[in-house]
């Protein structure tokens, strides 16, 4: 216990490094993902190709890929762009699909009456896609922020890890505790991170909760 | 006035939709495109809104090309009713209603005071305003789809089959309300319906489509049921045209006989028929003075005792006619 006393500084520095490492990744997806998703609703053969291919980069093993990044995009091996670059590539490999099912959820005659009502094809995805697709693009936020808090701690196989690097310290020095704090923390991440990504929903969708029509004539 | 000039759409695998249509839709006025399905007539309405552009041919409006500006613009200038309404999911009532005139760029306080006041004029009650539409009744979002197309003030309004998703008896009602609403607004509606007894009963002027496309008469319904063009005219207007044209004779005065004393009363409104023992026989239809031919025909054929009732605009009876009172008023 008093290792925890003593590393308080340590510790808190590698969480605060853990979660920038898991949440910028998930945000610059997101970026990257919502136009992307668009395209390929827009131009229908592309969609499948594009999940396809997400699918076969979220299977490369997540070691390799922090170590084939460096060799690519020439930056040092310990630089936290690495892991950044890799799990933004995770990110948009499993988001896209969300995103393109979430714009496919649009149903026809609401992008029909949109449509007719005179709003501009941008000006719709915005304010009528867009929000529409929420609910189904949240549930792979969910999923890849989670994947993404557990993935950081690999990075501690190549020296950048947040609480990963408790890990290797504590099986470097055969001790238990700092091992301990990491795990703890780092579910507590996940778990803290998905709570506040179902209010964030929950807040930005009040119409998807609401209670099925009272029966009234007309 | 709406005009279409040999308007085609032939669609890239060949298939033609509508097939050199000309036709006039007279501005405030309903229009009803009928047919069945194939024949083109959602094609020719949502060519005039730019939202299926036309192969060849002019579709002009009061003169204007349609072309002649951006469609977004065009759009935000005619009102759009659709089946299901297709209500935006994520806004409110009044927001949904608010659509165009925000889009316009009305502030938006005056867009939501005007939402408001066309809720009611729609027959909403104001309170289901800040409710989600999957939270209406499917009449009631209907409603609401007609409110939003009305928002922005249209001199136009486009309806897609806007009352065939709904039970019958609600179908009715918003058949009866857009009438009634149409007295009011006099706007330039363009109606698209499968049903030919809606057209009949909404159109001032109807229509007819056939499969492929083409114009098979245009016509106010009275003139469509009298004399249809041809077999297809015929054959799709339906048997009991006869009977269904009566709607549009009008008598100006059906000579009514005094209330017989089979007639049960009570403070002068008819409640049924006297026939001997404790229950009285049901009453049947009445008929008002100054209805069709076909509501007092209607009366009679549902009465029990062969006499239908007329009653005046407070439900009281005024006198009875029978069989042969409609027959001396058909020949005449």
Known sequence: ?218 | MIEFEDVTKRYPDGTVAVDKLSLRIPSNQITVFVGPSGCGKTTSLRMINRTIERTSGTISIDGDDINSHDAVTLRRGIGYVIQNAGLFPHKTVVENVATVPKLIGWDKRKAHGTAMELLERVGLDVKLAERYPAQLSGGQQQRVGVARALAADPAIMLMDEPFSAVDPIVRHQLQEELLRLQRDIGKTIVFVTHDIDEAIKLGDNVAVLRVGGKLAQFAPPAELLANPADDFVRGFVGQDRGYRALTFVHPDELPVKPLPDELALQDGVPVGWRNGSEELLPLGAVFKRGDSLRAALDAVLTSPTGCGVCVDDNGKAVGVIDQSTVAEALRS
């Open chain 1, 1 to 218: 216990m008093s290792w925890i006393g003593d590393n308080l500084g340590l510790i808190w520095e590698q969480l605060r490094e853990h979660l920038y490492l898991a949440i910028l990744p998930v945000i610059l997806g997101l970026i990257i993902s919502v136009p992307l998703g668009y395209v390929a609703t827009r131009y229908a053969w592309l969609a499948n190709p594009l999940i396809a291919f997400g699918g076969i980069l979220y299977s490369l093993p997540s070691i390799a890929l922090f170590i084939v990044i460096p060799a690519v995009l020439g930056t040092k091996v310990l630089s936290t762009v690495n892991i950044i670059v890799a799990l933004t590539i995770y990110t948009v490999s499993l988001l896209i699909r969300n995103v393109i099912d979430g714009l496919r959820s649009v149903p026809p005659d609401v992008r029909q009456s949109a449509i007719a009502v005179g709003y501009g094809a941008l000006h719709r995805v915005v304010a009528v896609d867009l929000p529409i697709a929420v609910p189904v693009i949240f549930t792979g936020l969910r999923v890849v922020t989670v994947a993404n808090i557990s993935m950081v701690s690999v990075g501690a196989v190549i020296g950048i890890g947040g609480l990963g690097e408790l890990f290797t310290l504590g099986f470097q020095k055969d001790f238990l505790t700092p091992v301990v704090v990491g795990v703890v923390l780092s579910l507590a991440l996940a778990l803290i991170a998905d709570v506040i990504l179902v209010t964030l929903q929950r807040i930005l969708t009040p119409w998807a909760r609401v209670a099925t029509p009272v029966a009234e004539v007309a």
